[in-house]
C-alpha cells in the first residue's frame, strides 16, 4: 500500500476530451454513494472530535489529579472496570479515560491546524509555480524537490532540538515537513489546467495570473486538496505521537497519546497504560484513512484516480 504523498503523486490525468473544461459543479455530479467504510471513517472522526471538544465536559475525573484511591495498597496502577475508573489509572494514579479524552485534543489539534496550513502553503508554491513558469518556476520546484529527500521525521526532531519542545513548535515543524508532496501535486495540475481551454479563454479576455489563479485554477483543486487533507492528518496524528514518544512533542502536563505511550513502555506487565492511547491512534489514523479513500472513490471515476 503507498503512502499518501506517493498514491497522490500517481494519480492519473483526466483525458482531454473537454472534461477538463467544466465548471467546478461537475465533480460534484459525479460523485457516488461513499459506502459503508467512509462513513464508519466519519463517525470515527466525529467521535474523537467530541470528546475533544468536550472533554472538560465528559472526562469523568480531572486528567491530572493523581487520585490516591486510583492505586492499589502497593502503589499499583488501577486495571481497567475498577470503579470509579472506568479504563483503569496509570503509574500515578490519573484516570485513563479522562487523559485520553484530553490527549485527543492535542491529536485532532495537529491533524488540521497544521494539515491546513501545509496544504496552504502547497497551494501558493504549486500554483505559482505552475502558473507563472520561467525562473519563479525553476527556482521553487528545486527547493520543493530539495525539501522532499529530506527525511521528514529527522528534520522534525532537528527543528524541536533547536527551539526547543513544545506544541508552537511541534505545529511549526509539522507544517515545515509536510507541505511539499502536495506542493508538487498542486504544480503539477496547474500545469495540466493552465493548458485548458477555459483558462485559455479567461487569459483571452483579459484576465491576469493572478485572476486565473484564484477564479479558474484553484477552485478545480478542491478535490484532491480535500482527499489529501484527509489522507495527511493520520500521518500528521503519527507524526506528534512519535515525538511525544521521544519527549518531543507536548509537554507535561498536558495529556499526549504518543507521551502515554511512553510512560508505559516500561511496565509491561500493566499493559493498558500502553494499549489504551495505541488503539485511539489506530482508530483515528483509520478513520481518516477510511473517509479519504472513500472521497477518492466517489471522485476518482470522472476525475482523479488514485493508486491505493
Wanted: aromatic content about 10%; proline content about 8%.
Amino acid at each position: 500500500m503507498l503512502s499518501a504523498p506517493d498514491a497522490l503523486l500517481g494519480a492519473t490525468k483526466i483525458p482531454s476530451d473537454g472534461a477538463a473544461a467544466a465548471p467546478v459543479a461537475t465533480w460534484r455530479r459525479s460523485l457516488r454513494p461513499l459506502g459503508v467504510a467512509p462513513l464508519l471513517g466519519i463517525a470515527i472522526i466525529v467521535g474523537f472530535l467530541v470528546a475533544a471538544l468536550f472533554a472538560p465536559a465528559l472526562a469523568p475525573h480531572d486528567p491530572n489529579y493523581q487520585y490516591f484511591e486510583g492505586l492499589t495498597m502497593i502503589g499499583e496502577p488501577l486495571p481497567p472496570g475498577s470503579p470509579p475508573f472506568l479504563l483503569g489509572t496509570d503509574t500515578l494514579g490519573r484516570d485513563m479515560l479522562s487523559r485520553l479524552m484530553y490527549g485527543a485534543r492535542v491529536a485532532m489539534f495537529v491533524a488540521v491546524v497544521p494539515n491546513a496550513l501545509a496544504l496552504g502553503l502547497a497551494l501558493v508554491v504549486g500554483t505559482i509555480a505552475g502558473a507563472y513558469g520561467g525562473w519563479l518556476e525553476t527556482g521553487l520546484m528545486r527547493f520543493t524537490e530539495t525539501m522532499m529527500v529530506l527525511p521528514t521525521f529527522l528534520l522534525a526532531l532537528a527543528l524541536l532540538a533547536v527551539f526547543g519542545p513544545g506544541l508552537a513548535v511541534v505545529m511549526g515543524a509539522l507544517v515545515l515537513v509536510s507541505w511539499t508532496y502536495p506542493a508538487r501535486v498542486v504544480y503539477g495540475e496547474t500545469l495540466r489546467l493552465r493548458e485548458t481551454a477555459f483558462v485559455e479563454a479567461a487569459r483571452a479576455l483579459g484576465a491576469g495570473t493572478p485572476r486565473v489563479i484564484a477564479r479558474h485554477i484553484v477552485p478545480q483543486l478542491g478535490v484532491i486538496l480535500l482527499i489529501y487533507f484527509t489522507l495527511n492528518a493520520a500521518t500528521m496524528v503519527l507524526l506528534e505521537a512519535g515525538l511525544g514518544f521521544l519527549g518531543f512533542g507536548v509537554q507535561p502536563p498536558t495529556p499526549s497519546w504518543g507521551a502515554m505511550i511512553n510512560q508505559g513502555r516500561d511496565v509491561l506487565f500493566w499493559p493498558w497504560l500502553m494499549l489504551e492511547p495505541g488503539i485511539c491512534l489506530a482508530l483515528l489514523g483509520t478513520g481518516f484513512y477510511l473517509v479519504g479513500t472513500g472521497l477518492q472513490r466517489a471522485t476518482g471515476s470522472r476525475l482523479y484516480r488514485v493508486q491505493l
